[in-house]
């Protein structure tokens, strides 16, 4: 089982940044793919970002506007989601997730199946 443990949210003004963290208890050739996600209250989890542990390809949903950047550190089996220009639409709980090895899409929650417990992003105006 892998365990996923997000830390960096917080409160922000609009056009600030966050940097939030997953730590992965491991990682193996069957789980290729770390992802971001994000749920605002009352909305679904939306996908966020995604990337490679080994070539560093990365994933991203086009309404973020080349604001968010993905990235992973190998060596310490961690994966950042850097946040610059915030917008208060932006706030919601994020989650990182371990790509499960079959089925699903890396767009969707249903490609996914560990979850870390989600760090808050608020963002004000």
């Known amino acids: 089982q892998v365990k996923l443990v997000e830390s960096g949210g917080g409160l922000v003004q609009a056009g600030g940044s966050l940097r939030l963290s997953c730590a992965a208890s491991?990682?193996?050739?069957?789980?290729?793919?770390m992802g971001w996600f994000r749920q605002a209250p009352g909305k679904e989890r939306e996908f966020v970002a995604a990337?490679?542990?080994?070539?560093?390809?990365?994933y991203y949903d086009d309404s973020q506007e080349g604001r968010f950047t993905i990235s992973r550190d190998n060596a310490e089996n961690t994966v950042y989601l850097q946040m610059n220009s915030l917008k208060p639409e932006d706030t919601a709980v994020y989650y990182c997730?371990?790509?499960?090895?079959?089925?699903?899409?890396?767009?969707?929650?249903?490609?996914?199946?560990?979850w870390g417990q989600g760090t808050q992003v608020t963002v004000s105006s």
């Open positions: 990337i490679y542990w080994s070539a560093g390809i990365t």
């Open positions: 491991e990682r193996t050739f069957s789980r290729p793919v």
């Open positions: 997730a371990s790509r499960r090895p079959l089925g699903g899409t890396l767009y969707a929650t249903d490609g996914y199946d560990y």
